[in-house]
Antibody
Framework: QVQLVQSGAEVKKPGSSVKVSCKAS????????ISWVRQAPGQGLEWMGR????????NYAQKFQGRVTITADKSTSTAYMELSSLRSEDTAVYYC????????????WGQGTLVTVSS | DIQMTQSPSSLSASVGDRVTITCRAS??????LNWYQQKPGKAPKLLIY???SLQSGVPSRFSGSGSGTDFTLTISSLQPEDFATYYC??????????FGQGTKLEIK
């Protein structure tokens, strides 16, 4: 059974950075892309970017280009999402999700990590 | 970017009702359309992938249809546990996935 376990909640100051981890177990980590999706309070889902661990290639939503970095460590089956220059609008729950092959649905999700940006 | 437009944004229905939610893409996405259910405080859950394929473990009262730009999610007979928010998502463009704005399904 695939599980994605994310790191705990964070409180950050405006202008700082946050790095959220997503550790996979129960599957072949490197073979599947991992996406990051965020959800601001009371809002919908917003895709941020993805990485294919076996290739180490990431791509990002234009909105986050230059502020987000997604990486993966194959040795620990862990993906990371780092967001810099934080502002209050970045307060959200951040999810990682595994993409299944074929039509790329997100079939497994992490439990979510609340990032609060506040002075 | 491919825009996804869901309708309605909210919906009131009763247990036993048949409910349909629609999703329209701004350009053709073939069958690269997925549906998710999200309950408060929980991660989204995959219901339907490839427009019409039922995810393992999902009750058969959920079904999806469509291709190209127009898609629907149908719940044939609403159960109490189905009251949640539903999102469509296009996975056609791996450079930029996008979600619909969501449909909140409430008890009438």
């Amino acid at each position: 059974q695939v599980q994605l376990v994310q790191s705990g909640a964070e409180v950050k100051k405006p202008g700082s950075s946050v790095k959220v981890s997503c550790k996979a177990s129960g599957g072949t980590f490197s073979s599947y892309a991992i996406s990051w999706v965020r959800q601001a309070p009371g809002q919908g889902l917003e895709w941020m970017g993805r990485i294919i661990p076996i290739l180490g290639i990431a791509n990002y939503a234009q909105k986050f280009q230059g502020r987000v970095t997604i990486t993966a460590d194959k040795s620990t089956s862990t993906a990371y999402m780092e967001l810099s220059s934080l502002r209050s609008e970045d307060t959200a729950v951040y999810y990682c999700a595994r993409e299944r092959d074929g039509y790329n649905p997100f079939d497994y999700w992490g439990q979510g990590t609340l990032v609060t940006v506040s002075s | 970017d491919i825009q996804m437009t869901q309708s309605p944004s909210s919906l009131s229905a009763s247990v036993g009702d048949r409910v349909t939610i629609t999703c329209r893409a701004s350009q053709s996405i073939s069958s690269y359309l997925n549906w998710y259910q999200q309950k408060p405080g929980k991660a989204p859950k995959l219901l339907i992938y490839a427009a019409s394929s039922l995810q393992s473990g999902v009750p058969s009262r959920f079904s999806g249809s469509g291709s190209g730009t127009d898609f629907t999610l149908t719940i044939s007979s609403l159960q109490p546990e189905d009251f949640a928010t539903y999102y469509c998502q296009q996975s056609y463009s791996t450079e930029m996935y996008t979600f619909g704005q969501g449909t909140k399904l409430e008890i009438k």
